[in-house]
């Protein structure tokens, strides 16, 4: 009896228990759906006071960061981090699906800014058509290629067809491929040749882009041999497709920052660096970089068993680490004491698409005007003469057209990637002065984050001279809708190696915000103190509509 009476005691007391669970269960689901629906009515609400800001539905794929706010693409970052270890691989092969082909990890919870950045009208400004003479390289005519055919049957010289080229290297390790004058039967790279105009080197809404970054990504590498010239060490790696890249190593974590007591001069060289110099170059608008991706490689069969390189090959050991290590020969950190390791053999580079060779498209190197002494002790004549832009103004190219703005805008991109180390830049000889310069080495970006070298904005402030199209997208990148951070922070999540860990370190990333508003600082400073400040590339458009409706 007694038992009887205390097991219904237990189960009065469990049912008890389990009718209080149940109620908490759904107050708490009740109270789950409020949260949701207030923070969808402040996003509306938000959305409608914005009146002056397009809105565009959100998209389904956004970056691995969510764009939604600063805090939240923080702890999707400290998420990823502390997952990295246990799903590496998982992450690994889901980046490799996505690598380069413009694609985005799924964000439900925010709208793409990048996405909606690239549609704003400052990104589509209409152009003029395209003449022959503006395309860098050019398909020859049917007429062309029988004359250039006749001519090589003259002099004994076996070819199949200029316009029908056919490999007979299978043999070797190359891909047996067909090309004709159909854009359709070129590899990646050569399109992207092809399509290198006057203005720019690659046309953003080009679908070959994400051709191109995805064949650097995982196209097997057929050989390795280091690059002649340059301080520090760089590779030439070729493709069975019969395309190259230049590949960087990795040499530093994300997280290090440059040493204080260096000089500019004497900075690695970071893979990173290069990757984010494309992404931040396309956001800007330039378009003036070529495509630069990331990947893992094995230090063992990728460029060890495969190079050809003699110099090249004698530099291979084996680390007390048990990792295999080599070094090459250049003339800074290239020694057994700076030696470039995998983890034993695997390695993080970037690989940067070749321009055409310079017998077919020769390209002019020029000092720039504001280049830095490379010495300990000396100044350069701009560092002590601050009227030295006049100088520069009566001087041909900059005396006319728009070379000395096209300087200025490689002076703010090199001032928000702190990139120090501009010496000289390149352009195409066959487009004379009118055509763009090529923002090309930029290894040593993205050094600091903690300082900022006003310096490198001397062209800027000393000129008081800026492209109204460039200084119109600066002011959109400094909206809350477009945020440089979030933008960049977006675009980089498209790179493979964001699956190892970001590209950029979120202090970099908050560093790009602070710069761009001292840049737009100096650009009101000269306005202050000057009239024709703002060189007008938007003449034939409705620039104040621009400017009014960011």
């Given amino acids: 009896m007694v038992r009887r009476n205390l097991g219904q ?85 889901k980046e490799k699906k996505l690598i380069g082909a413009g694609k985005m990890i799924a964000n439900e919870r925010g709208r793409s800014k990048l996405k909606e950045l690239f549609k704003h009208s400052l990104y589509n400004l209409p152009r003029s058509e395209l003449q022959q003479y503006d395309w860098l390289l050019k398909l020859k ?50 399109r992207f040749h092809l399509g290198i105009s006057r203005w720019e080197l690659y046309d953003r809404k080009d679908l070959n882009l994400a051709q191109l970054t995805h064949y650097l990504a995982t196209q097997r590498i057929l050989g390795a041999v280091q690059k002649k010239g340059g301080t520090q060490l760089k590779l030439l790696v070729s493709f069975p497709n019969y395309g190259q890249a230049l590949l960087k190593p990795m040499r530093q974590s994300r997280d290090a920052e440059t040493d204080v007591n260096l000089f500019y001069f004497s900075d690695f060289e970071r893979h990173n660096a290069e990757i984010a110099a494309f992404h931040l170059d396309r956001v800007m608008g330039f378009n003036r970089i070529p495509p630069v991706v990331g990947r893992l490689i094995n230090v063992t069969t990728d460029i060890r068993e495969t190079t050809t390189d003699e110099r090249l090959s004698r530099t291979f050991f084996t680390s007390p680490a048990g990792n295999v290590c080599f070094y090459g020969q250049c003339e800074y950190y290239c020694s057994t004491e700076h030696p470039v390791c995998g983890r034993p053999d695997v390695l993080e580079v970037s690989l940067a698409t070749m321009l055409p060779d310079l017998s077919l498209a020769p390209r002019r190197s020029w000092r720039s005007p504001w280049r830095r002494s490379y010495s300990r002790t000396k100044l350069a004549q701009w560092e002590k003469d601050p009227a030295y832009c006049d100088t520069v103004k009566t001087t041909p190219p900059y005396n006319c057209g728009t070379r000395l703005v096209d300087l200025i805008d490689m002076a703010v991109l090199d001032f928000l990637m702190s990139n120090m180390d501009r010496h000289h830049y390149e352009t195409f000889e066959d487009f004379g002065n009118e055509t763009f310069l090529l923002h ?111």
């Fill in 440 to 550: 090309l080495d930029n290894g040593r970006a993205f050094g600091r984050h903690s300082q900022d070298e006003p310096s490198i904005l001397a062209p800027l402030a000393q000129c008081c001279r800026i492209r109204r199209s460039t200084l119109l997208r600066l002011r959109l990148l400094s909206h809350p809708d477009f945020r440089l951070s979030d933008v960049m922070r977006e675009s980089l999540a498209q790179d493979p190696l964001t699956a190892m860990a970001p590209l950029l370190s979120e202090p970099h990333l908050s560093a790009l915000d602070r710069r761009l508003e001292t840049i737009l600082g100096v650009v009101q400073t000269c306005q202050d103190r000057n009239e024709d400040v703002v060189y007008n590339d938007l003449d034939q458009y409705d620039y104040q509509q621009l400017e009014d409706n960011p």
């Fill in 141 to 190: 005519t049917d007429a062309e290629a029988e004359e250039t055919e006749s001519e090589e049957k003259a002099k004994g010289d076996p070819i199949t067809s200029s316009s029908d080229w056919q490999s007979t290297s299978e043999e070797e390790g190359y891909d047996k491929v067909t090309w004709t004058r159909e854009k359709e039967t070129h590899p990646p790279w050569l």
């Fill in 9 to 93: 005691s237990t189960r009065s007391i469990y049912m008890g228990l389990a009718c209080i669970s149940l109620t908490l269960h759904i107050l708490m689901a009740f109270c789950c759906l409020l949260v949701l629906q207030s923070a969808c009515i402040l996003s509306t609400s938000s959305s409608s006071t914005s009146s002056s800001v397009p809105r565009i539905d959100p998209v389904s794929h956004a970056s691995s960061s969510s764009s939604a706010s600063s805090s939240s693409n923080k702890q999707q970052t400290n998420h990823q981090n502390g997952e990295r270890n246990i799903s590496l691989n998982e992450d690994a092969e």
